[in-house]
Nanobody, 121 residues
Framework: QVQLVESGGGLVQSGGSLTLSCIVS????????MAWYRQAPGKQRELVAY???????IYGESMEGRFTISRANTKSTVTLQIDTRQAEEAAVYYC???????????????WGQGTQVTVST
């Protein structure tokens, strides 16, 4: 079974930084983009950033400068560094990946279970 396993969430003091990690668990044939989304209470889920299989990092609207996304050499791990300058960074962060399990499979979207980031002021 293919899963995205997230780690690194928790409580961080405003002004500090936090790094989230997401790793692909299970056998996959190919991984395309890997991304981080977030959802704050009462708000829609929004794109934070994604990184392509060619290691190009693309940031969501107003996200650049506050987040740093990177992908490990194995291409199956993506990390997100959060600079918590603002309490609004508190949210549940979700890992997302576009993958296919075999050479003949369709590309599918996979989601992690979400990891909570809480910012103390």
């Amino acid at each position: 079974q293919v899963q995205l396993v997230e780690s690194g969430g928790g409580l961080v003091q405003s002004g500090g930084s936090l790094t989230l990690s997401c790793i692909v668990s299970g056998n996959v044939y190919s991984i395309n983009n890997m991304a981080w989304y977030r959802q704050a209470p009462g708000k829609q889920r929004e794109l934070v950033a994604y990184v392509t299989s060619g290691d190009n990092a693309i940031y969501g609207e107003s996200m650049e400068g506050r987040f740093t996304i990177s992908r490990a050499n194995t291409k199956s791990t993506v990390t997100l560094q959060i600079d918590t300058r603002q309490a609004e960074e508190a949210a549940v962060y979700y890992c997302n990946a576009n993958m296919r399990r075999t050479d003949w499979s369709k590309w599918c979207e996979y989601w992690g279970q979400g990891t909570q980031v809480t910012v103390s002021t």
